[in-house]
DNA sequence: TCTTCTGTGACATTTCCATGACAACCTCCG
DNA sequence: CGGAGGTTGTCATGGAAATGTCACAGAAGA
């Protein structure tokens, strides 16, 4: 899921603009200072960034050619008040890749995130049916079979197998499936995710013990080649 | 019949398309350069059009640009050689709905293919009646019968009963239901749902406690089975 | 006002998930 | 070729989270 970052003080704004992103299904993260921004660009790699001007501990200002400095190139949405012209052209400037004016209509800023990240992430169409042997996986319907039996798999397993799906034939590393299934801050142990694999594979494979399908790639992560 | 036009110069691929496609039942057209692509999406109104990056006479670039720039809507799935991570992002700005990177899986390109006419192609979904067993249910009226019983059912209940069924068979989540049935800014709990839709059960499943239409997905959300 | 509908909370129940321990395995290096 | 150290397979288990169920109070409608 496409995550996004708010950094902004105003917790009215705050609140009102992460209450509108998940409506719209993004994972929003929040910060309501500079450094914590900072972190989180760091750490959570969000997929955009909508930030604030005007910021305790670290502006926008710096936070944006900071982030730009240490070679990240996370979209920057900039809030910029209304008036602070030579402010519009700085953020630009520093790397901001837009900027919208307070006060400013949310439709708008949501239309310009959604160009921002059609621009710099075009996300890779979402697979929703596999198939191979006589397993067929629909993921939209969350229903799973093998022949003629139903299989009953649970949400995680689906994420799980939908992403090895979406890169079939390439290694997914568990840090990938990590971040991709289970998002950010829920994160569990790696080991987690074999036992998820090892029951995938009781599902899935016609001799779990020796997988055709679900190969382990050691060292590395899994990968679904099909 | 579905008619997919295939735009790609390599003759090894192009038979190899061309044979799977028809295997999969689409009437097939082809072109070996980017003019007469260009021609047959024109005359030839194509559902859908398979289009190679390098081509000669008129690029994929240029063709896709040429045809969006007219206009025309046709879903367009890109091939690119791998590691043309740019090119990636120029297709889709030039308005191609999905790229498959090269070399490809057959059966993942026909995945692709399949998902983007479902996107494109939608069935209309203004939905006015519902009917299985011996349920009848009229949302121009109103109205729901069982048998020669008719069935009381309230708003919420014909709101939330006619998403999931013109959604039939696919999972929709609590989220969605509170998007579409409740709109923007009414939103209860989640809750709420779950015994709205433990009402619904008890009008329409034959033994509400183990139902067989209206099933949970545990952890997504609720789907209707008819 | 009275009735019906709706949202919420509490509780029971079901389902799922994370974790750790141990065994089996792989890889690299001696 | 064999063994050490790290990695993965397997399984059991406690606990967390999601859902079913029910009762009630406030809101909306008749």
New binding site residues.
């Given amino acids: 899921m496409t995550r996004v970052l708010v950094v902004e003080d105003d917790a009215a704004i705050l609140r009102g603009l992460k209450d509108n992103l998940e409506a719209e299904s993004y994972e929003v993260l929040t910060a309501t200072d500079g450094e914590v921004g900072y972190q989180l660009i760091r750490d959570a790699a969000p997929d955009l960034v909508v930030l604030d001007l005007m910021l305790p501990k670290m502006s926008g200002y710096e936070l944006c050619k900071k982030v730009r400095d240490e070679g990240m190139t996370t979209p920057i949405v900039m809030l910029t008040a209304r008036g602070e012209e030579t402010d519009r052209v700085l953020g630009l400037d520093l790397g901001a890749d837009d900027y919208v004016t307070k006060p400013f209509s949310v439709r708008e800023l949501l239309a310009r995130i959604r160009a921002l990240l059609r621009r710099t992430n075009p996300e890779p169409t979402a697979l929703d049916e596999l198939r191979f042997d006589d397993v067929i996986v629909d993921f939209r319907r969350y229903e799973a079979s093998r022949g003629n039996e139903k299989i009953?798999m649970?949400?995680?397993?689906f994420g799980t197998l939908r992403l090895l799906a979406e890169r079939a034939g390439l290694v997914v590393t568990r840090h990938d499936l990590l971040k991709e299934v289970?998002g950010h801050g829920?994160e569990?142990?790696t080991?987690?995710i074999?036992?998820?694999?090892?029951s995938l594979?009781a599902k899935i494979e016609k001799d779990?013990?020796h997988p055709k399908r679900l190969l382990?790639v050691?060292?590395?992560?899994y990968k679904l080649d099909v």
Same sequence: chains 1, 2.
């Fill in positions: 009953k649970t949400r995680k397993e289970w829920h569990p142990t080991r987690t074999d036992n998820h694999v090892a594979r779990p013990s382990t050691h060292g590395v992560g």
